[in-house]
T-cell receptor, first 115, second 113 residues
Framework: GAVVSQHPSRVICKSGTSVKIECRSL??????MFWYRQFPKQSLMLMAT?????????EQGVEKDKFLINHASLTLSTLTVTSAHPEDSSFYIC???????????FGPGTRLTVL | AQTVTQSQPEMSVQEAETVTLSCTYD???????LFWYKQPPSRQMILVIR??????QNATENRFSVNFQKAAKSFSLKISDSQLGDTAMYFC??????????FGKGTRLSVIA
């Protein structure tokens, strides 16, 4: 099956700093990648959709200047949380699709803690 | 809004017994896909089963099967011979074309020894 990796798996940072999370499709070309956020005991909330080489499409209420998404290649997308604050602490999950079988493949997630 | 509804926040089942998780959805699309995902404590999302809306036959994957009622927009998951390792959050989801998955709120399943 298709494999999606995320790095780092866990990050702790100070308030005001920026954090970059990488999402890679290891064995397929991901034409579209999705970024989700998940709070404890809740469902996945879509933050944005990115297509390779295009600007990301953000969901309502998600600040595009705070959550910078880059999808520069068919195997890599990055999410940068700029000027992170404690309320940005959450579990971030990326997902990738490609190949035409309508399935989204998920990364293992990144736990962000902002002190 | 095109939503996915899981009406059971929590469920429990005895080991080796059968449990059914319910899911209903709303869509105006004629062609779409339905999924059940499992999220164990590791929080890795694991695909359990998928169903193409144009297929009338219910999907089956070993101990997991679905009851897909297209007219009623219902997509329930049946887990047979429940095992302790089935303890997890289960999310029902729908997708049309290349749009992102729309998830339900999830059902927390506990399998009791």
């Amino acid at each position: 099956g298709a494999v999606v990796s995320q790095h780092p798996s866990r990050v702790i940072c100070k308030s005001g700093t920026s954090v970059k999370i990488e999402c890679r499709s290891l064995d397929f070309q991901a034409t579209t990648m999705f970024w989700y956020r998940q709070f404890p005991k809740q469902s996945l909330m879509l933050m944005a959709t990115s297509n390779e080489g295009s600007k990301a499409t953000y969901e309502q209420g998600v600040e595009k200047d705070k959550f910078l998404i880059n999808h520069a290649s068919l195997t890599l997308s990055t999410l940068t949380v700029t000027s992170a604050h404690p309320e940005d602490s959450s579990f971030y999950i990326c997902s990738a699709s490609g190949g035409g079988n309508n399935e989204q493949f998920f990364g293992p997630g990144t736990r962000l803690t902002v002190l | 809004a095109q939503t996915v509804t899981q009406s059971q926040p929590e469920m429990s089942v005895q080991e080796a017994e059968t449990v059914t998780l319910s899911c209903t959805y709303d869509t105006s699309e004629s062609n779409y896909y339905l999924f059940w995902y499992k999220q164990p404590p590791s929080r890795q999302m694991i695909l359990v089963i998928r169903q193409e809306a144009y297929k009338q036959q219910n999907a089956t994957e070993n101990r997991f099967s679905v009851n897909f009622q297209k007219a009623a927009k219902s997509f329930s998951l049946k887990i047979s011979d429940s095992q302790l390792g089935d303890t997890a959050m289960y999310f029902c989801a729908r997708r049309s074309g290349n749009t992102p998955l729309v998830f339900g709120k999830g059902t927390r399943l506990s399998v009791i020894a």
